[in-house]
């Protein structure tokens, strides 16, 4: 009769129970992702909460590999579904301004850490500002902790204000006519309006349109 090893045992129960408590960690995560937003949740039959009993089933039959892939898959559908939702928040055109249409992208783990960015682009005559919202990703941290630092906004030539009781960073340029507006969200969101051939009025105008309480709820 063959005896394994002690030591051999302890290695085999430890990666057993880490597995374990990694996938458990995983699908505690998804289902808090989906519980965010229970309307879509109970729409029911929907590929995200398929996609996750598929994982669980994997799960429980030890097939940890096909688990991980289908909870990465989710939550990548998940991400989806927030990119659309958040669509919703960019602004309609200001008077005599025209919009086209809003885009957004979910970006995988893989990718930058993953993220979620949606944008659209606003035209009057010559004049063009483009909105666009960033969150969930891991490298806008090194980025909203410059934006939240005053001394790295004087650096770079901004000038703070404060925007719907928001943080924002103006940089404009008078001579050309363009700049930027930077305003950090609830420490997770990245909201950036850029114009060519406008007046910095146009740019805090946009800033303004946005609803940023209803933005901290995703």
Same mark, same amino acid.
């Given at each position: 009769m063959h005896c394994v090893p002690v030591w =051999?045992?302890?290695?085999?129960?430890?990666?057993?129970?880490?597995?374990?408590?990694?996938?458990?960690? +995983? @699908?505690?995560? +998804?289902?808090? +992702?989906?519980?965010?937003?229970?309307?879509?949740?109970? /729409?029911? $039959? =929907?590929?995200?909460?398929?996609?996750?009993?598929? /994982?669980?089933?994997?799960?429980? *039959?030890? =097939?940890? /590999? #096909? /688990?991980?892939?289908n909870l990465d898959y989710a939550a990548q559908l998940v991400r989806q579904k927030k990119s659309e939702?958040?669509?919703?928040? @960019?602004? $309609?055109? +200001?008077?005599?301004?025209?919009?086209? $249409?809003?885009?957004?992208?979910?970006?995988? *783990?893989?990718?930058? #850490?993953?993220?979620? *960015?949606? !944008?659209?682009?606003?035209?009057? !005559?010559?004049?063009?500002?483009?909105?666009?919202?960033i969150s969930d990703s891991p490298v806008l941290q090194s980025v909203l902790m410059m934006l939240n630092n005053p001394m790295f906004a004087g650096a770079g030539g901004g000038n703070l204000k404060t925007i719907k009781g928001q943080r924002a960073i103006i940089k404009y340029n008078g001579t050309n006519r363009s700049g930027d507006i930077n305003i950090v969200v609830a420490g997770r969101f990245m909201v950036t309006i850029k114009g060519n051939q406008v007046d910095q009025a146009d740019l805090v105008a946009y800033a303004e349109a946005i609803d940023y309480q209803a933005l901290t709820k995703y």
């Open positions: =051999d045992i302890s290695i085999i129960i430890y990666t057993h129970y880490s597995m374990k408590y990694f996938f458990q960690s +995983l @699908l505690i995560v +998804l289902c808090s +992702l989906v519980l965010q937003h229970p309307i879509q949740a109970q /729409a029911a $039959e =929907d590929d995200v909460l398929t996609t996750i009993d598929q /994982a669980v089933k994997q799960y429980n *039959t030890g =097939d940890f /590999a #096909g /688990a991980a892939s939702k958040m669509k919703e928040l @960019l602004p $309609e055109p +200001l008077t005599g301004w025209q919009a086209g $249409e809003a885009s957004s992208q979910a970006m995988g *783990t893989a990718v930058f #850490g993953g993220g979620v *960015t949606v !944008g659209r682009e606003y035209s009057k !005559g010559a004049s063009r500002i483009n909105v666009e919202i």
